[in-house]
């Protein structure tokens, strides 16, 4: 079974289904690419599905509906110009509220240089922020999924598990959150990879594969290999995974490996590039080797030269159920 069959969750079928029944050629990477060279991107928060309030501050949550976003915007190492903003409003969700929820879309969008102009409005029972983002492909190339080839490196940005062990923390209430502060962050405020994947493209010129690692670090591995039709060796003790991580798995009884591969909303990059790309590339190089493409059509999950086993893509979040 070639890889492209193989890496596939319910989710990323149902993907294919709607590509099939579209005949689109678009669908397929974290934007579309559309005539010369714009981008387009959405995304969806609900009230219940992807946040809980109080869990989260509403200025929080106005920046992280705009930064996931722009997350997409980075995996293609495009620059994000224009966002179409709609929200259902619940009617507990006040003016004051509401005008807090806008003051960090308002503040994510200046600071990566994106522009909201427009929106839509309506009421429901559940808070729901839909994104659109239009940007443009960077001038030194386009990274899709597809462009990974046997013998390039794995790289990655940040560290993984970070934001589900700062969920973690959110709904177990603890009053040791105060030292937690970098998985809170990752949780609540992440920040979208823009400026290191212009890094990696000015690097490449669009040579290599990039997405980012919003279902997981797991999901995106796997989404790479299906759409270049390769397969990784992937080393777990190079996986980044921070110290307080660690300490909040072992709080939750939980394996801090399985929350870096499969915990998700981490919003990091990861990509595949040629080693010869790689040599030299010092001053702006915040990505870390984390594993090396291969000719095979599996993924297999090293502890240094030994095989620990495969992915487990059912313990990818998902976002239905049928």
């Known amino acids: ?5 193989r890496f596939f969750t319910r989710e990323q079928e149902l993907v294919g289904s709607i590509k099939s029944w579209t005949d689109s050629p678009f669908i397929g990477d974290d934007c579309a690419v559309v005539a010369d060279g714009v981008l387009l991107t959405t995304d969806t928060l609900v009230e219940g ?43 507990s969700l ?5 005008r807090e929820l806008y003051e960090g879309m308002i503040e994510c969008s200046k600071i990566y240089g994106a522009q909201i102009v427009g929106g839509d409005l309506t009421k429901g029972k559940a808070l729901t922020i839909g994104i659109t983002v239009q ?4 001038e030194n190339g386009c990274m899709l ?19 589900r062990a700062g969920l973690w923390i959110l709904l177990n209430q603890l009053d040791s959150a105060k030292d937690f502060s970098h998985a809170i962050s990752a949780h609540v405020h992440p920040l979208p990879r823009l400026c290191e994947s212009w890094s990696m493209v000015r690097r490449t010129a669009g040579r290599g594969a990039l997405m ?87 993924i297999n999950l090293k502890s240094g ?18």
């Open 145 to 163: 999924r597809s462009g990974a080839k046997s013998g390039d490196l794995v790289i990655v940005t940040g560290d993984f598990g970070a934001s």
């Open 212 to 298: 980012d690692a919003s279902d997981g670090l797991a999901d995106a591995l796997s989404q790479i290999c299906r759409a270049s039709d390769v397969g990784m060796d992937i080393d777990l003790e190079k996986l980044p995974i921070h110290p307080e991580t660690v300490a909040i798995a072992q709080l939750a009884g939980a394996d801090p490996v399985d929350w870096a591969l499969y915990g998700g909303e981490d919003y990091e990059l990861v990509g595949c590039i040629p080693e010869s790309s790689l040599k030299d590339w010092v001053d702006d190089n915040s990505f870390r080797v984390i594993g090396v493409v291969t000719a095979a059509d599996e």
């Open 305 to 322: 030269e030994k095989t620990a086993s495969q992915l487990d893509l059912s313990k990818c979040f998902e976002q239905i159920e049928f």
């Open 94 to 98: 006040d003016k004051v509220a509401f």
């Open 135 to 138: 940007g443009q492909v960077h």
């Open 1 to 5: 079974m070639s890889a492209a069959k």
């Open 49 to 91: 599905t992807h946040f809980l309030l109080p869990q989260i501050a509403l200025r929080d949550l106005g920046w992280k509906s705009i930064a996931v976003n722009l997350s997409d915007v980075a995996a293609m190492a495009g620059r994000p110009r224009n966002l179409l903003v709609s929200i259902t409003v619940p009617p």
